[in-house]
């Protein structure tokens, strides 16, 4: 393809740019090693140097981490399973969402990490597992992995495709190189027309940009009837029981501030508290213990026995445990970092709180809202005041729950017309 000079300057200054903060990616993983042990590890992959001869994968499916790798999880299952016979590698960027796409798939797919997104590394990635199609999980637009693609023929959808206004603030900084590489994109699916407008204010094609809802409603619904059965078993006590999921490190004062006004309430009260990220989970422990609480964990302990606070420090078990509380706050919503995944508390009949900054599910907290089946909080009195009002209030719970559950029944969808936009494009054994 014919490629014009602005742009060959433009890909240039960014890769060069690249090369020269290339060191820094060293440093990065290094720092975040020390945090997480995972990121000492598979460092080949991140600059797409591969031990093996060439596996040659026909559908390539990116999602940064674990949230995008669970919206993608019921299109991914549908094609394996309509599929058989199509390989599909998934990458991811964040160790946490690795493990996620193996406890998922195990084998059945191929699993690496994305390359860092310079020239050489793209390049060696393509030509590693020659995809056919690539499918890129709500919002990641790496412009010389588009580029690549656009220029080896391969065509690019963004699925689940989301863009807040700070992200598209954010992006306006390459302006004119996003806009170049949104342009090589085959397909925009979008969640909302909100997402979509802004996809084509930051440059998409409007011929190449429809809305097809939100894939994290087409999550199929799973009985944890005997996993609370299990969870009841191991703790003493029936007290009421609330969950912060997700929390962030800056979130942990107000979730311990609530959490003790409510015990004096509720003595034998019982706090799930399931981290953001794994480097926090010893630190949250440690910071429970420090005031006075009975503290245990799900890794030592398994279940919290006669404990006032239980750290759940595993993964790929949030959704499980959200099934034992009455009441979830989901976290990463009191600081702006843009709230996290509403909808799988719903899925288990939780009372949702979250914090004010929603930005990254601005759509869903606005329907969730409308519904009347959340309540947004500011601050830790604030949390411990809604938690506490759940608590007292069980036919009032009830109700929202169930309008957040018959929102999650109508939004279903997604998945049918992304899969209707996606087989066309399949490479075909």
Not at 134 to 149: G, Q, S
Not at 190 to 219: C, H, I
Not at 388 to 402: L, V
């Amino acid at each position: 393809m014919r490629v014009d000079f602005t742009e060959r300057v433009l890909r240039g200054l960014y890769s060069a740019t690249l090369y020269v903060l290339a060191p820094i990616t060293l440093y990065h993983l290094i720092w975040r090693g020390f945090r997480q042990r995972a990121y000492f590890k598979r460092w080949n992959e991140r600059y797409a140097s591969y031990p093996a001869a060439t596996a040659e994968a026909p559908l390539w499916l990116h999602a940064v981490s674990v949230g995008e790798v669970n919206a993608a999880a019921p299109l991914v299952d549908r094609l394996l399973r309509e599929h058989p016979g199509l390989r599909i590698v998934v990458t991811t960027i964040t160790p946490t969402g690795s493990e996620r796409v193996q406890s998922l798939w195990g084998e059945s797919v191929v699993h690496v990490y994305l390359p860092y997104d310079l020239p050489g590394a793209v390049g060696r990635f393509l030509a590693h597992f020659r995809p056919a199609l690539a499918l890129i999980v709500e919002t990641e637009l790496w412009p010389n992995l588009l580029f690549a693609c656009r220029d080896r023929g391969i065509p690019s959808f963004i699925l689940n495709a989301r863009l807040s206004a700070r992200s598209l603030h954010g992006y306006r900084v390459l302006d004119p190189l996003i806009r170049r590489a949104l342009r090589s994109v085959r397909l925009v699916a979008a969640q909302s027309e909100a997402d979509a407008a802004r996809f084509v204010r930051l440059g998409a094609d409007p011929a190449r940009v429809v809305v097809t809802g939100n894939l994290k409603f087409d999550t199929p619904p799973v009985d944890h009837a005997g996993f609370v059965a299990e969870f009841s078993a191991g703790r003493d006590g029936d007290g009421p029981v609330w969950i912060a999921a997700s929390t962030h490190e800056d979130e942990e004062a107000a979730v311990l501030e609530a959490h003790r006004a409510l015990l004096r309430r509720w003595p034998d009260a019982l706090l799930l508290w399931a981290p953001r990220h794994p480097e926090r989970f010893r630190a949250v422990a440690q910071r429970l213990r420090d005031a006075g609480l009975r503290v245990r964990t799900r890794s030592e302990d398994r279940w919290p026995g006669e404990a006032q606070a239980f750290v759940i420090d595993t993964l790929g078990e949030l959704t499980r445990f959200y099934a034992c509380a009455q009441v979830a706050f989901v976290g990463g919503s009191l600081q702006p970092v843009g709230g996290h995944n509403l909808l799988e508390p719903a899925a288990t009949r939780t009372a949702i709180l979250s914090g004010p900054h929603l930005h990254n599910f601005a759509d869903i907290a606005r329907r969730l809202r409308e519904a009347d089946a959340m309540r947004v909080v500011d601050d830790a009195e604030g949390l411990g005041a809604a938690v506490a009002g759940q608590f007292a209030e069980p036919e009032a719970r009830a109700r929202m729950t169930a309008n957040a559950l018959r929102l999650l029944e109508r939004g279903r969808g997604a998945l049918a017309r992304t899969v209707a936009l996606v087989e066309p494009a399949l490479p075909r054994a």
